[in-house]
């Protein structure tokens, strides 16, 4: 059994932490996240720190404590520091640059593609290859960069396409043309 929902989450100086009818609110130097929380658990803030409470023993609760546990640190961790996923893209040809808002993409189809960000997300280029995209919500961050790298994913052969910085990639011998 996962131990995670019983852990205390430390709340850092500069952010401040409101809690109330199930809506928690967290504000920090970077911006401002809420969300509802399930009914089943409740939160004890007190100080610089919350713990997530849960109101009966049942598995359910249990797992949901553990996941608003785990939410609620990615709130208040993401409201301090922030999040970043940095992406690279491979392959002759294949590039990246920023317009505006939006990224338009090189990846070796007949046309580019101009991918809009989302709301609350900021987005650079490096090197004509590498983006990196940060945010205060780290799911929002994870999904959008899934999005782009689902564009074009990375190939086993040559290794061409989008893919994660820290990502690696099984390469596969090509065929070898013997009899």
Excluded: C, W
Aim: hydrophobic share 35%.
């Amino acid at each position: 059994m996962s131990r995670v929902g019983k852990k205390v989450i430390t709340i850092p100086q500069k952010t401040s932490v409101d809690f109330k009818d199930h809506v928690l609110v967290v504000k920090g130097e970077k911006g401002t996240l809420s969300r509802t929380i399930h009914p089943g658990v409740d939160l004890s803030v007190g100080g610089d720190s919350i713990s997530v409470v849960i109101e009966n023993e049942d598995r359910k609760s249990r797992s949901i404590q553990g996941l608003t546990r785990s939410l609620v640190a990615n709130m208040v961790e993401g409201v301090s520091k922030g999040f970043e996923k940095v992406l690279e893209i491979n392959g002759i040809g294949y590039r990246a640059e920023m317009k505006g808002n939006s990224i338009l993409l090189n990846l070796g189809y007949s046309h580019p593609i101009d991918f809009a960000l989302p709301e609350g997300i900021s987005a650079t280029v490096d090197k004509n290859n590498v983006i990196r995209l940060s945010g205060i919500d780290k799911e929002k961050v994870g999904q959008t960069a899934a999005s782009i790298r689902k564009l074009r994913k990375p190939e086993p052969y040559k290794g061409k396409g989008i893919k994660y910085a820290d990502e690696y990639i099984q390469r596969k011998a090509g065929k070898t043309g013997t009899k």
